[in-house]
């Protein structure tokens, strides 16, 4: 009977799991949703070609190259974005091994008898075997959803990867910046003590008044604090770079007193060939296939399972006559469980599952929509920074133009020194933000290179 019901039951298996969805049915389901991506960015227009891979090696700075690799090697986020992804294909796998025949070998020794007798021994030897025919493909449905539950854990490791070398370039630029500002007030520092002392001198012979001493310490006094802050600011991101690379935060990491040019703006390709392209994207394009499937899952549950047993074995009080074929015994059996009544359970767990897929629709819609807005956001800060920077670093130099011919003036009585001190902290203030204009087009860079979904390699 059971030779005769195994090419039904096989052939309607094979039927069965064509049910089950595929991923890229499942992507297509999830780009419907989706509005209408344009042909080109909006706010792209120059270098309008294919993404290009190696952002990292653009900046020609060793160093930083060496400090993603080592971040990359002992970040504790990343170890454990690692995990999840072993942990996640040990699920597929345990998803998995239900398609195949579970077999057993159990074997047992014991002795008994009345109180009064010596004993028997009694020994026995079985082997049993199990399957259940995914008839309906719900199995196989799981043990998908798994896999790509798994891809998609594998997407995020890999987007992990570059926003942690993103993370670890823009530690760097902070830190050099918080040095270049620490140095900028030390210069400041050191101008306003040869002010102060030419102030003092003047005074001696009559040519300053105490508020121009009044005058001269107390700027004097505000610009050493504002030194104390900016190397505490150094510390600080000197430490935060640390902790990036795994080490302990004790402010001493090695970085280049200058920031790197800013390079080219990298070819943004095309909108849509970013929901190929970018990483977190990608994973979440895998769970909604894992959703689908989850769905398949849920629904099949509810249809009968038919499952083949069977057991070969024997037993004999003497160990020599174990496998004799008169002391062996076989037994073969299929089983039918259909659920009837189960108080709506399997209807609840498909409501669960359809809900779980439109968040996971949802979900990518967003991370699509988000996407996009990266980039063209990143696009049209590239543009508004370089046009700042121009116009920042103009500023910066008619002020020192200004602070040469304010202490011109001054030294010829023509000028009052508050006028000189309120110059020079207007040079003060507009070389930081020289400064921080370099490090913040340079941090916008690595924000584009990410959005596109570029990799640092």
């Known amino acids: 009977m059971i030779k005769s019901l195994l090419p039904a039951l096989l052939i309607a298996c094979v039927a069965g799991c064509a049910s089950i969805t595929a991923p890229q049915d499942a992507a297509n389901a999830a780009r419907g949703t989706l509005p209408d991506a344009p042909d080109s960015w909006a706010m792209a227009s120059e270098r309008i070609g294919p993404v290009e891979a190696g952002w990292l090696a653009k900046l020609e700075d060793p160093l930083l190259d060496a400090l993603v690799r080592e971040a990359l090697a002992n970040n504790r986020n990343l170890q454990s974005a690692a995990a999840n992804v072993q942990r996640s294909w040990a699920l597929a796998g345990q998803a998995g091994a239900a398609l195949s025949p579970s077999v057993s070998l159990s074997s047992g020794a014991s002795r008994g008898g009345n109180i009064e007798d010596s004993g028997a021994d009694s020994y026995s030897l079985t082997g049993q075997a199990s399957w259940e025919i995914d008839l309906w493909g719900r199995i196989r449905a799981g043990n998908q959803a798994a896999v790509l539950s798994a891809e998609a854990a594998e997407a995020d490791y890999v987007y992990s990867q570059y926003s942690l070398a993103a993370a670890v370039a823009r530690a760097y630029f902070l830190s050099i910046e918080a040095g270049r500002q620490a140095e900028t007030v030390q210069n400041t520092l050191n101008a306003l003590n040869e002010t102060d002392r030419i102030v003092g001198v003047q005074f001696e012979f009559g040519l300053a008044t105490s508020q121009d001493v009044a005058l001269s310490r107390s700027d004097l006094a505000r610009t050493k604090a504002s030194l104390v802050a900016a190397?505490?600011?150094?510390?600080?991101?000197?430490?935060?770079?640390?902790?990036?690379?795994?080490?302990?935060?004790?402010?001493?990491?090695?970085?280049?007193?200058?920031?790197?040019?800013?390079?080219?703006?990298?070819?943004?390709?095309?909108?849509?060939?970013?929901?190929?392209?970018?990483?977190?994207?990608?994973?979440?394009?895998?769970?909604?296939?894992?959703?689908?499937?989850?769905?398949?899952?849920?629904?099949?549950?509810?249809?009968?399972?038919?499952?083949?047993?069977?057991?070969?074995?024997?037993?004999?009080?003497?160990?020599?006559?174990?496998?004799?074929?008169?002391n062996i015994a076989w037994q073969a059996a299929t089983s039918l469980v259909a659920p009837l009544i189960d108080g709506g359970l399997r209807e609840s767990q498909i409501e669960q599952a359809s809900a779980e897929q439109k968040q996971a629709i949802a979900g990518y819609g967003d991370a699509v929509l988000n996407a996009f807005q990266e980039v063209e956001g990143s696009l049209d800060q590239t543009v508004v920074l370089r046009e700042r920077a121009v116009s920042l670093e103009e500023a910066a130099k008619e002020a020192n133009n200004a602070l040469r011919i304010a202490n011109l003036r001054y030294e010829e009585g023509e000028t009052d020194l508050l006028d000189v001190l309120t110059i020079q902290q207007r040079v003060l203030s507009n070389e930081g933000d020289v400064v921080s204009i370099e490090r913040a087009q340079l941090d916008?860079?690595?924000a584009l290179n990410l959005a596109l979904g570029g990799s640092w390699e």
């Open 231 to 326: 190397q505490g600011s150094q510390r600080d991101a000197l430490r935060a770079l640390e902790v990036l690379l795994g080490r302990y935060p004790s402010a001493d990491v090695e970085v280049r007193q200058d920031l790197p040019p800013v390079p080219a703006p990298p070819p943004p390709g095309l909108p849509s060939d970013l929901l190929e392209r970018r990483p977190d994207i990608i994973a979440a394009e895998r769970r909604v296939a894992a959703s689908f499937n989850s769905l398949d899952q849920a629904k099949a549950a509810r249809m009968p399972s038919i499952s083949l047993t069977g057991s070969v074995g024997g037993s004999s009080g003497d160990l020599t006559n174990l496998i004799n074929p008169t």
């Open 444 to 446: 916008e860079w690595i």
